[in-house]
């Protein structure tokens, strides 16, 4: 069973970031990776997330990276999802349920992905406590309610994180 479970902040997520950003970029193709970033909860100071250390790497090609990269990563432990249904991104996952803990996950998109704007959710809650304090309440409740359905957990912080997309948005336009 692979629960979601939401623990208190933990200091050493962006020194594990760091390390595992170290090994990818020893390992990946150089001409592949075009930045390697730490974003989600684990990557926002004091926040409170599932123990999972959620990795953003921005390649030139995803049809390069399907013929190099799988291999280049599973020789690091990870597991690529084959079936995933998004045609824009690569996912795989280090540590798999029952037999070891998920420990990080890694996404691959290209630079024109819908995912970097992550970036500047993570940003917008590193900035504002009050709504890192909003959203972790939502992450318990969520994580109460579908302790063993990760889909629907996902699933549930989408419009809240879609709202403070638009936020930011409009801030930009503002300061335009």
Known sequence: ???VVIVDYNPQWK?????????????????????????????VPGLAAKPIIDILVGVSSLALAKN????????LGYAYWFDNPDPQRMFFVKGLPPNSP?????????S???LWE??????????RADEAA??????????????SGREAYTAGKED?????LQKIQQEDRRED
């Open 68 to 75: 190099v990269a799988i291999f280049q990563l599973q020789a």
């Open 102 to 110: 998920r420990t990080h996950h890694i996404h691959l998109v290209e």
């Open 160 to 164: 809240y994180i879609k709202s403070i």
């Open 134 to 147: 909003r959203y972790v309440r939502l992450k318990h409740d969520l994580a109460r309610r579908f302790s």
């Open 15 to 43: 020194i594990l970031f760091e390390q595992e950003s170290a090994r990818l970029s020893n390992a990946l193709d150089k001409d592949l990776i075009t930045r390697i970033e730490h974003f989600g909860s684990t990557a």
């Open 112 to 114: 024109d992905s819908i």
């Open 118 to 127: 992550r970036l500047a959710f993570r940003d917008y809650l590193c900035d």
């Open 1 to 3: 069973m692979d629960e």
